[in-house]
């Protein structure tokens, strides 16, 4: 196989990646660079080991690299789409279903957690890896990432019970 | 104004339920068009387009195509442009791919690819063609721009004899016996059993795209698959099916291409050395042999019938 087919392959989930682990960083140019650092690593890569995970900690770590300082943080963000759809009826109490206000809170409140918090979370839910694979992807221990898991999301609903402001948009 | 702090209140199962539903609305930067409109049509490909190329037509799954809709690569005007970052990732993988060692790796789909050849680059490795030089034809008719034998820029591996690279080779080596070619001036193998001989360019063959060389074979213990056959094309490049002596070959001329073959195991193995010229590849059983030169496709067909 072109090594060119497994880019196009994986491009996809290796952007979201890393904007998903350090959306403060620059994406495209954490992948264009774990592209070629997983090329060259190739060689380590043949005895039929899950390609996906190894490329994705690859990339994850040139996003982490990219990080920039906090002072120029933009964090997560909805989709621009988001904004334009009707507002939805009151959610119930207990639904999982979020209206786009929720939606934004919670965004808000996540772009607020420290960075070891927000990418187990991201790893985990929005990249909707496996333990195992969050694991692997982070670069973490297996037995971490479910107590790092379990910290960050109640941190993440500490922030969400102290909110008395509208959502962080910013 | 909803009451947000119910989320800090959902059960687990819920606000985990309520975050994977977060990811699937957040802003994403968006990322190439599929490879889904790739399509047969014009040859015509601005260089601009021609690495997005390399990356659409390696979507390409290994049903079996015409070659002809296969050297035929249309552009969909409804695709987005490729992304510059992308774009240049690939080109660097190119020109990786001209230094490093011979990779192979596990993956099973595509077969065999001509791609785009990289640009020029030195063979970086210390440890190649630096052996033996007392095996170096003394009266090379046109003396190469290098100090060493002929070849021993390419990074062909070790400079052994004809009888060496026969006894050491996983597979009979075979020599064009046209008489006016006479014995290769240089013999080499690699560590994967690739055996090249070179003839350095002479009166009758003329030089190829490395100054110096004449004629470059190289036999490969392994196979091109023409079911799996995959042309990422180059504007300037062409390919053309030819018959080498009852078995089917592969004439490619113009730009120079990459090449990638199945070794032994059933691993695709990326061809890394750049190639000098025209060539003509055809497999005869586990072997494959590639001819590289600038005779022209009937004059390489007529040499390449006469190895055996």
């Given at each position: 196989m072109a090594y060119e087919s497994l880019v196009r392959r994986y491009q996809d989930a290796a952007v979201r990646t890393a904007y998903l682990i350090a959306p403060d960083g620059d994406a495209e140019d954490a992948v264009q660079e774990a592209f070629v650092k997983a090329y060259r690593?190739?060689?380590?890569f043949r005895d039929g080991s899950p390609f996906r995970p190894w490329l994705l900690r690859i990339v994850a770590n040139e996003a982490r690299n990219r990080r920039r300082s906090a002072g120029r943080r933009a964090g997560l963000a909805l989709r621009a789409a988001e904004d334009r759809r009707p507002g939805d009826a009151a959610p119930s109490p207990e639904s999982?279903?979020?209206?786009r206000e929720e939606r934004a809170w919670l965004?808000?409140?996540?772009?607020?957690?420290g960075d070891a918090d927000r990418e187990v979370i991201a790893a985990r839910y929005f990249l909707d890896l496996n333990e195992a694979e969050t694991a692997d992807v982070l670069g973490l221990p297996r037995g971490t990432v479910k107590s790092r898991l379990s910290r960050a999301l109640g941190r993440l609903r500490d922030r969400l019970s102290a909110t008395t402001e509208g959502p962080n948009r910013g | 104004m909803a009451d947000v702090r119910r989320l800090a209140q959902l059960p687990d199962a819920a606000f985990e339920e309520a975050l994977r539903d977060l990811g699937r609305s957040l802003a994403v930067p968006a990322v190439p068009a599929s490879a889904a409109g790739l399509s047969a049509g014009t040859t015509a490909i601005d260089p601009a387009r021609r690495a997005r190329l390399r990356i659409e037509a390696a979507g390409f799954g290994p049903a079996r195509r015409g070659l002809a809709d296969r050297l035929g690569l249309g552009w969909?005007?409804?695709?987005?442009?490729?992304?510059r970052g992308l774009v240049l990732a690939i080109a660097a993988i190119l020109v990786l791919a001209a230094v490093a060692g011979a990779i192979g790796f596990g993956l099973p789909g595509l077969r065999i690819v001509f791609g785009p050849g990289p640009t020029p680059t030195p063979v970086l490795s210390p440890s190649i063609g630096a052996?033996?030089?007392?095996?170096?034809?003394?009266?090379?008719?046109?003396?190469?721009?290098?100090?060493?034998?002929?070849?021993?820029?390419?990074?062909?591996?070790r400079q052994v004899t004809l009888a060496e690279a026969t006894a050491q080779a996983p597979f009979p080596v075979a020599v064009p016996s046209d008489p006016t070619l006479g014995p290769p001036d240089t013999v080499w193998i690699d560590g994967v059993g690739r055996v090249t001989l070179v003839w350095a360019a002479k009166p009758g063959l003329p030089s190829t795209n490395e100054p110096g060389i004449g004629l470059i074979v190289t036999e490969l213990p392994g196979r091109i698959e023409p079911d799996y056959f995959q042309k990422l094309l180059n504007a300037q490049t062409t390919i053309e099916d030819v018959d080498v002596g009852g078995a089917a070959g592969y004439w490619i001329s113009g730009d120079p291409h990459q090449f990638i073959y199945v070794d032994a195991s059933g691993q695709p193995v990326f061809e890394t050395r750049r190639l000098v010229g025209d060539t003509l590849a055809w497999s005869v059983g586990p072997v494959t042999y590639r001819l590289?030169?600038?005779l022209g496709r009937d004059e390489s067909i007529r040499l390449a019938e006469t190895i055996g």
């Open positions: 690593a190739l060689g380590r999982a279903v979020l209206d965004v808000g409140a996540i772009n607020d957690l | 969909p005007t409804s695709a987005r442009p490729m992304r052996a033996s030089p007392s095996s170096s034809p003394a009266a090379s008719p046109t003396p190469t721009p290098t100090a060493g034998p002929p070849g021993s820029t390419l990074g062909l591996g590289e030169n600038a």
